[in-house]
C-alpha cells in the first residue's frame, strides 16, 4: 500500500539517514529510533509518484550492486522526485581513494581506512561496497535512468555525514545534484 499522506504537502527525503531533521522524512534499511521508513532505497513502492522536492543519499550506491540494483534505485528516486525537484547523491570516489590508496608515504593502517572506505566497514550485513563508482560511471547511471542536469559540487551543506568526509585534507566524496 503507498502512502498517501504527501499528496498535499512538498517533502524531502533523506535516504540512509538516521537523524531527525525538519522538514525531512528519514528512510533506511536499518530501523532506528528516528527512521520513517524502513525499506531498501531500490524499492520505494511505498510512495507514490512525485512526492519528494528533494532527495539526500550520501553513500548509499555503493551498497546496491551495478548490474541491476543501481539503476532500479535511480529509477525509484526519479519516480518520486517531483518534476523539477533535486536529488543529491554523495558516493566514495572511487577515482580520489584510488589516488590516495597509492601514496607510499601511508601506513598500513592509513592505507587499511582507505580500503574501507572503498569496500565497506562490514559492521553489518549492509555495510559491504558492491561498485566502486567515480564521476564518470556515476553521470553514466544517472543519465541513463532519466536524470538531467547533473553537476559535481563540492559539498552540500545539508548534514554533516560522510559527504563530507576528509583524508588526509582531501575530500574522499564524489558529490553531484
Not at 11 to 18: E, P
Not at 87 to 103: A, N, R
Amino acid at each position: 500500500m503507498r502512502v498517501n499522506i504527501y499528496l498535499a504537502m512538498v517533502s524531502k527525503l533523506h535516504i540512509g539517514g538516521t537523524i531527525t531533521t525538519p522538514g525531512w522524512e528519514v528512510l533506511n534499511i536499518n530501523p532506528g529510533p528516528h527512521v520513517d521508513h524502513v525499506c531498501d532505497a531500490s524499492d520505494l513502492s511505498l510512495f507514490n509518484d512525485n512526492v519528494f522536492s528533494i532527495i539526500y543519499a550520501s553513500h548509499i550506491l555503493e551498497h546496491l550492486d551495478f548490474v541491476n540494483q543501481i539503476t532500479a534505485a535511480l529509477r525509484e528516486w526519479n519516480r518520486v522526485l517531483q518534476p523539477g525537484g533535486k536529488v543529491y547523491i554523495s558516493v566514495p570516489d572511487l577515482d580520489v581513494l584510488s589516488k590516495l590508496f597509492l601514496d607510499k608515504n601511508l601506513t598500513a593502517d592509513e592505507r587499511f581506512q582507505i580500503m574501507q572506505m572503498m569496500f565497506g566497514s562490514h559492521i553489518d550485513d549492509h555495510d559491504y561496497h558492491l561498485v566502486g563508482l567515480n564521476e564518470e560511471f556515476l553521470r553514466g547511471y544517472l543519465e541513463y535512468t532519466g536524470f538531467i542536469n547533473i553537476e559535481k559540487v563540492g559539498v552540500f551543506g545539508l548534514f554533516e555525514d560522510t559527504s563530507t568526509m576528509l583524508f588526509n585534507g582531501v575530500l574522499i566524496s564524489l558529490n553531484i545534484v
